[in-house]
């Protein structure tokens, strides 16, 4: 997915302001605005695939929640599990299909009498005997956990059983075997409640990201620490997640793996470099000759062979 068609998804999702998330790994929360700016929720088990409660919430909730890392969505997001009960401890986007599956949600209604309301892009995770595990929309991100590492990656739909994982391209089973066999999972990525956050972007390259006053400053790096652009997004309303996939997407990044780091520790690093980077007496080195040059120098030196030889011929002569 390039940035124009992730720009389109964030237009989208603003526009018709419904979503399904995964709270504590547990429970499928499901809102919707209606009019007025409320928003309606419902809560579902998601073993049992039975509704647990519902509710509304009121618009003044909303906009109390609503700041530059929270729209109304988010806002309303955070204000529904409060309200429902819930732990909150963890909440991650998944695709609004994952609850055609649950007879009393709106979405299955809709599967059945409305399927063009529907999402048909929702990307599937299964395990290798095909169960469905979640889906994520098309352009979000997966969280890989293996006992030795974790890194996320951002997913693009092929077609139903076809997904760009990263820059790798899988079938769906293909990658539940693959995670099995070295005893790793992986789950739709939390939603991060930070104001600031690092990663390790690929092998070579680190990201940090900072809110500041009404916009995103952000800094990438090379592996050796030292910074390779910086800028700021004037941005509000979206969280850390999504600002870090803009900027990779508008650096052409979003196919490279995501390893979270210490915000901290990776500004103190690139703090040292630059430090040693002015200390560094500025020395000018000799610059080795070109090719060119060296040939250059050589053909002249033939050329002077044959008129030193001739030189000392005719001196002998005399």
């Known amino acids: 997915m390039d940035a124009e068609k992730l720009n389109q998804a964030q237009t989208d999702k603003m526009a018709l302001q419904e979503a399904v998330y995964l709270v504590d790994r547990a429970v499928l929360l499901y809102l919707k605005e209606v009019q007025s700016g409320d928003f309606e929720y419902a809560v579902f088990d998601k073993q049992t695939k039975g509704k647990v409660t519902e509710g509304r919430i009121m618009e003044d909730n909303v906009l109390d929640g609503i700041d530059p890392t929270h729209d109304h969505l988010a806002a309303a997001r955070d204000a529904a599990i409060k309200e429902a009960g819930l732990d909150g401890i963890e909440a991650a986007q998944v695709g609004l299909t994952s609850l055609k599956a649950f007879p009393l949600s709106d979405i299955?209604?809709?599967?059945?009498?409305?399927?063009?309301?529907?999402?048909?892009?929702?990307?599937?995770?299964?395990?290798?005997g095909y169960n469905e595990q979640f889906r994520i929309p098309d352009?979000?991100?997966?969280?890989?956990?293996y006992p030795?590492?974790?890194?996320?990656?951002?997913?693009?739909?092929?077609?139903?059983?076809h997904v760009y994982i990263g820059s790798e391209?899988?079938?769906?089973?293909?990658?539940?075997?693959?995670?099995?066999?070295?005893g790793g999972v992986c789950r739709p990525e939390p939603v991060l409640e930070a104001d600031r956050a690092a990663w390790k972007i690929g092998w070579r390259g680190y990201l940090a990201v900072e809110c500041g006053a009404g916009h995103w400053d952000y800094s990438l790096f090379d592996e050796n620490f030292n910074?390779?652009?910086?800028?700021e997004l004037e941005v509000v309303g979206l969280s850390i997640n999504e600002v870090r996939d803009m900027i990779l997407f508008e650096n052409k990044l979003e196919r490279r793996s995501m390893?979270?780091?210490?915000?901290?520790?990776?500004?103190?690093?690139?703090?040292v470099r630059t430090e040693r980077e002015r200390a560094a007496p500025k020395t000018v080195s000799a610059r080795k000759p070109s090719i060119r040059g060296q040939l250059a120098a050589a053909k002249a030196?033939?050329?002077?062979?044959?008129?030193?030889?001739?030189h000392h011929k005719d001196k002998g002569a005399r």
Not at 108 to 128: A, H, V
Not at 139 to 145: A, S
Not at 227 to 231: A, C, E, P
Request: net charge negative.
């Open 301 to 310: 030196a033939q050329a002077e062979q044959p008129a030193a030889h001739q």
């Open 169 to 182: 391209v899988y079938h769906i089973c293909q990658f539940a075997e693959i995670l099995e066999r070295g």
């Open 108 to 128: 299955y209604r809709r599967s059945i009498w409305e399927p063009d309301t529907l999402p048909k892009d929702d990307i599937r995770f299964i395990d290798s």
């Open 227 to 231: 910074v390779t652009k910086s800028g």
């Open 259 to 271: 390893t979270p780091t210490d915000y901290g520790l990776l500004m103190e690093k690139a703090a």
């Open 139 to 145: 352009g979000g991100t997966v969280q890989v956990e």
């Open 148 to 161: 030795d590492r974790v890194s996320s990656a951002i997913c693009e739909y092929i077609d139903d059983y």
